[in-house]
Nanobody
Framework: QVQLVESGGGSVQAGGSLRLSCAASRYTYSTNLMGWFRQTPGKEREAVAA????????YYADSVKGRFTISQDNAKNTMYLQMNSLKPEDTAMYYC????????????????WGQGTQVTVSS
């Protein structure tokens, strides 16, 4: 079993920045694909960004391209999401997820999920 723990959420004003972290208890074949999702009450979970732990590819939702950057430190089993130029519409609970692979933006392809960290952006 893989445990994922997110941190780094908080409240910022529009235009500000936050960096989210996702620490995995270990990297295995089941953490080949690592991703960030977000969700607001009453809405479906939305894919934000993803990367393969091999570092071969990164993926971003159109809504965050150019503002968010996903990265990882394999030595620390940790993935990051640097969020710049934050907008009120980025307000959500952000979840870290891990899976073996497949379409990066499908929640069903991720077997492991963290508990989430809240990001609130005020105008």
């Amino acid at each position: 079993q893989v445990q994922l723990v997110e941190s780094g959420g908080g409240s910022v004003q529009a235009g500000g920045s936050l960096r989210l972290s996702c620490a995995a208890s270990r990297y295995t074949y089941s953490t080949n694909l690592m991703g960030w999702f977000r969700q607001t009450p009453g809405k479906e979970r939305e894919a934000v960004a993803a990367t393969y732990t091999s570092g071969s590819s990164t993926y971003y939702a159109d809504s965050v391209k150019g503002r968010f950057t996903i990265s990882q430190d394999n030595a620390k089993n940790t993935m990051y999401l640097q969020m710049n130029s934050l907008k009120p519409e980025d307000t959500a609970m952000y979840y870290c997820a891990a899976g073996t692979g497949g379409s990066w933006n499908r929640p069903g392809n991720y077997a492991h999920w963290g508990q989430g960290t809240q990001v609130t952006v005020s105008s």
